[in-house]
Structure formats: C-alpha cells, structure tokens
C-alpha cells in the first residue's frame, strides 16, 4: 500500500508564503509523476501542478501560476509545492498524489492520494 503524507499547511496572510511537502512510501519514486490538487469547500477537486519523475518538466494551472512552484527530491521521495503571494481564494486542503501518466492533470489520472493538508489565507 502506497502512502502519501501531506504537511506544511496553516493559516497564513495575504501575500505571504507557505511550503507544502508531500512524503510518500513509493517505490520507486521518480518513475512516477507527483500532482497537487486542492479543494476548497462546496467546490470539486481542481489540478494545480504536476512535475515529472525526472523533475525535467513541471505544468500548472493558470490561476497559481507564476506564484506556484512544484519541485521534488527523488532521494528522499518527497515532493514540495511553495506557494508564494498568496490569496484569499486560495483557501482549500491541498492534495498530493501520484500518477504513472506523463503530465497527468486529470484527478481520475492519479491513482494514490494522500490525506489533506488545509490552507487558510486571510485578507
């Protein structure tokens, strides 16, 4: 059984920045794409970003950004998203997960999830 645990959320300002990791018992971590996701309340799961097993290449929504960085270490299978300028509507619990497709951005793509981590940013 895969593992994936997400840490780093909380409760932070407008404009400020939050690190969010995303531990996973894998094997074989870099063969594998890392996605985030997050969900805000009343609202579906939306793709943020994926990055490649090889870390080479990297995609996001349009709405983080140029704000929205997703990085990985394959020597400690642990994937990272640092979220800077943040804003209200970015307010959800951010997912991490895994997928064997090669920029997966689709939910139904990935096939193990972790928990949540929430991210309150206040005005």
């Known amino acids: 059984q895969v593992q994936l645990v997400e840490s780093g959320g909380g409760l932070v300002q407008a404009g400020g920045s939050l690190r969010l990791s995303c531990a996973t018992s894998r094997r074989t971590f870099s063969s594998y794409t890392m996605g985030w996701f997050r969900q805000a309340p009343g609202k579906e799961r939306e793709f943020i970003a994926t990055i490649s097993g090889s870390a080479g290449s990297t995609y996001y929504a349009d709405a983080v950004k140029g704000r929205f960085t997703i990085s990985r270490d394959n020597a400690n299978n642990t994937a990272y998203l640092q979220m800077n300028n943040l804003k209200p509507e970015d307010t959800a619990v951010y997912y991490c997960?895994?997928?064997?497709?090669?920029?997966?951005?689709?939910?139904?793509?990935?096939?193990?999830w972790g928990q949540g981590t929430q991210v309150t940013v206040s005005s």
């Open positions: 997960a895994t997928s064997s497709i090669y920029r997966a951005i689709r939910t139904a793509q990935y096939n193990y």
